[in-house]
């Protein structure tokens, strides 16, 4: 499975306006919502966070991760937010997140959902990956760019 499949270019956010983790979640669900993948911004918002409570999904290096599973969904859901600021998102090497990939499965889809976090945190292991997605100014390059990006896997 390639991001392409699961990710929406209007649910990618090129300036993320929040300044705290649950607000970030807060803000990437809404895309979800606008989108019509979601109907309940708060209730996919409380799933995310519930994850969060298990350990932080800020993987270091600028990146996190927010997922959870969900009842009532037919296909793993992705938003992805950039913050230039910066958020607190309690992330293991203690620095701020600059670049939010949200993840929302299916309950009962490990093995799906696990793939696609493996296949997230391989395109971000790259350095130049990273500085080049805080360097696009636009959702339309964010997404075309990890498209791209996806498909060398």
Do not use: W
């Not at 990939?101 to 292991?125: D, N, T, V, Y």
Request: hydrophobic share 40%.
């Amino acid at each position: 499975m390639k991001i392409e499949e699961i990710l929406l270019e209007s649910c990618v956010i090129d300036d993320l306006k929040a300044s705290t983790k649950k607000d970030a979640i807060f803000e990437l669900c809404s895309a979800l919502k606008n989108a019509g993948l979601i109907k309940d911004v708060q209730e996919v918002v409380d799933i995310i966070i519930e994850r969060e409570k298990l350990g932080s999904t800020g993987i270091g290096e600028g990146i996190a991760i927010p997922h959870g599973k969900m009842k009532g969904i037919d296909g793993i859901l992705c938003a992805i937010g950039k913050s230039r600021g910066g958020i607190d998102f309690d992330a293991i090497d203690n620095k701020p997140v600059n670049i939010i990939f949200l993840l929302l499965a299916p309950e009962g889809s490990a093995s799906m959902h696990l793939k696609m976090l493996s296949r997230i945190s391989k395109i971000l292991r790259d350095p130049s990956i990273r500085k080049r997605l805080l360097e696009l100014k636009d959702a339309h390059d964010i997404y075309s760019y990890i498209v791209e990006e996806d498909s060398k896997i």
